[in-house]
């Protein structure tokens, strides 16, 4: 128990959905928002990596560095996050491992537009 009220703790500064989403008082809601806001980060994610590819001369080390990013956060949110939030019980687990996979690809979205505005 003790884990998951940690585990709750560190990941609630992560919940970048709640901006976006009013909480529903139902974890199924809530799933169904952080499913559309990860759907929608992944699409902006999609496009600004294709302006950067397009534009740059290191495609190789570019697509090489995306593929090294989306592996750390399949290991992150799918591994590590999803065996602590194990513990959680009902459908928790899943918002808990969606609100990661959410906040790290807006985390990595900033940052690449960071690259476009060099």
Do not use: H
């Amino acid at each position: 128990m003790k884990r998951v009220i940690c585990l709750i703790i560190l990941l609630f500064p992560l919940a970048s959905f709640a901006k976006e989403c009013a909480s529903t008082g139902n974890v199924y809601g809530d799933l169904s928002c952080a499913d559309r806001t990860l759907n929608d980060s992944k699409r902006e994610l999609n496009e600004i990596y294709q302006k950067i590819y397009s534009a740059t001369q290191y495609k190789n080390e570019f697509e090489q560095s995306q593929k090294a990013w989306l592996n750390y956060r399949e290991k992150q949110c799918n591994g590590y996050i999803a065996a602590e939030a194990s513990q959680s019980q009902g459908a928790g687990s899943g918002l808990i491992t969606k609100d990661c996979l959410v906040a790290i690809t807006r985390q990595r979205v900033d940052y690449l537009k960071t690259l476009i505005e060099k």
